[in-house]
Nanobody, 126 residues
Framework: EEQLVESGGGLVQAGGSLRLSCAAS????????IGWFRQAPGQEREGVSC????????YYADSVKGRFTMSSDNAKNMVYLQMSRLKSEDTAVYYC???????????????????WGQGTQVTVSS
């Protein structure tokens, strides 16, 4: 059974950094796209970053480009989201998600992902 478990959320001051982790287990194929999404109170879930196993080049939403870095450690089945220069508007519950595919470009839409973690809260104080 495929599972994703996020960790690393917390409270941080504006301008600070935080690294989120996503532990993946139970995936039976190597062709997987992984995405990070976030949902702020009263707002829709939005895509933050993603990459596909075929391409390996991360995609970033404009709102986080230059501040967030997505990476992976395949040997540990871990995916990370390093967040720097955090802003109050980055406050949200962050989710990692996965879908089996062999696309060169990772999907960026929430509906395109089949597996989701439980989320981890990130709060940025101004």
């Amino acid at each position: 059974e495929e599972q994703l478990v996020e960790s690393g959320g917390g409270l941080v001051q504006a301008g600070g950094s935080l690294r989120l982790s996503c532990a993946a287990s139970g995936f039976t194929e190597d062709d997987v796209s992984i995405g990070w999404f976030r949902q702020a109170p009263g707002q829709e879930r939005e895509g933050v970053s993603c990459f596909s196993s075929s391409d390996g080049k991360p995609y970033y939403a404009d709102s986080v480009k230059g501040r967030f870095t997505m990476s992976s450690d395949n040997a540990k089945n871990m995916v990370y989201l390093q967040m720097s220069r955090l802003k109050s508007e980055d406050t949200a519950v962050y989710y990692c998600a996965a879908v089996y595919n062999d696309y060169d470009v990772c999907p960026t839409g929430e509906s395109e992902y089949d597996y989701w973690g439980q989320g981890t809260q990130v709060t940025v104080s101004s």
